[in-house]
């Protein structure tokens, strides 16, 4: 089926910034009628233009790193620089050539490049630091005796196993958030965060970056997941410091708790062969599947899959891997984004062609305890959508 596609290369691609208004969206209730069953060729053809542009993005900042490295005079680049996202249909029409230019301008000021980027430089140096950090721990006559023991060689496995930044990136903290809405109150919640989510991720001084919001339509029904971004763990201090002092915040917070009934949040890491996308606008759907492991297998399942991203990548999109460090532990997330249920499918299908995936699923189907996949749509202010 997926032979057939014609993916088109003339998609103009437009700047665009986390600038949002709330008088131009329309805030209505995503749901999965929204999604149209032919639609997989225009988000093929979007995807490969984001790739595309991202792919040239790296390039350029990478020779850019090079060149302050080389000359020692590296300015610091935003934390929170924008980035943009995949045009809509509409600018199909229009030239490509010099908008591409600007959306790999773009997307060089964006750390994190997206789940198509490889683990950085930076970021393996300090895996492979970690490790020899901890093998040097091991040397010398009294290491010799702890870790010559059973008890001892046990410990050096959890060691191993909880030794976060040999799995993360650690530039970013994430939060995910769930709320569980109260059934006939899903058309005020939509206009209440809508109005207010937006709002608050466009307040420079909140230092915060909203990822996504998506209303669960398969799965727990009328549960909405947002997921937000923050610099580190002070980063996050400060972004509710910030929006909790906000004049408006108790008023909203006050109608929000009338609206549902339940949240819960759990704070994430990246991992860091994983970067989470930038905004972008595929269309279509998203699945989040959720695995909780056995406690101490984290590690592991961070190498295997590693080595199965890179077989997943070529048939399929994903935004995101996340695991959590407070909240549900021994929790980790993947986000994908397909264009419809069937694309999916055939999608997951084509997985099993690829040279590495049936050994990643053999590898790490024994470390999962429990595990569960929602299907998402997209709310009208979510960045990436």
Not at 63 to 73: K, L, N, P
Not at 86 to 112: E, Q
Not at 295 to 320: D, F, I, S, Y
Request: proline share 5%; charged share 25%.
């Amino acid at each position: 089926m997926l032979s057939r596609r014609l993916v088109t290369t003339s998609l103009a691609l437009s700047r665009c910034s986390r600038q949002y208004s709330t008088t131009t969206t329309r805030l209505q209730t995503p749901t999965l009628a929204d999604i149209r069953h032919d639609n997989a060729p225009e988000f093929d053809r979007r995807q490969h233009e984001f790739r595309e542009a991202t792919r040239a993005a790296q390039k350029a900042k990478a020779e850019q790193d090079s060149q302050f490295a080389a000359s020692s005079t590296r300015p610091p680049s935003s934390p929170f620089a924008s980035a943009p996202t995949a045009p809509p249909a509409s600018d199909a029409s229009t030239g490509s050539s010099s908008s591409t230019s600007s959306i790999v301008s773009d997307l060089k000021s964006k750390l994190s490049l997206g789940s198509l980027s490889t683990a950085s430089a930076d970021a393996e140096t300090a895996r492979e630091q970690s490790i020899q950090l901890e093998s040097s721990k091991r040397k010398g006559a009294l290491a010799s005796l702890i870790y010559g023991t059973k008890e001892g060689q046990q410990m050096d496995q959890e060691i191993e196993r909880s030794f976060s930044q040999v799995l993360a990136r650690g530039k970013y903290v994430h939060s995910i958030v769930f709320h569980t809405v109260k059934p006939d109150k899903v058309g005020e919640y939509v206009k209440l965060v809508g109005d207010w989510y937006p709002r608050i991720a466009g307040i420079e001084e909140n230092h915060v970056h909203l990822v996504g919001s998506w209303r669960t339509e398969v799965g727990d029904c009328d549960t909405f997941v947002h997921i937000w971004e923050y610099q580190r763990y002070e980063g996050y201090h400060a972004s509710l410091h910030s929006t909790h002092h906000h004049p408006d915040f108790a008023a909203f917070d006050k109608t929000l708790r009338q609206l549902i009934n339940s949240k819960r949040t759990s704070l994430m890491q990246e991992f860091s062969f994983w970067p989470t996308t930038p905004p972008r606008k595929l269309g279509g759907l998203f699945e989040l599947r959720s695995y909780t492991l056995h406690p101490g297998n984290l590690l592991e399942w961070e190498t295997h899959w590693r080595k199965g991203l890179k077989a997943r990548r070529e048939v399929m999109e994903g935004v995101g891997a996340w695991f959590v460090q407070v909240g549900d532990l021994n929790t980790v997330h993947h986000l994908w984004q397909f264009a419809d249920l069937e694309e999916r499918k055939a999608r997951r299908e084509l997985s099993w062609g690829v040279e590495g995936w049936g050994e990643t699923v053999h590898k790490t189907v024994p470390l999962i305890q429990s595990m569960r996949s929602r299907i998402l749509i997209p709310c009208a202010w979510s960045p990436v959508a």
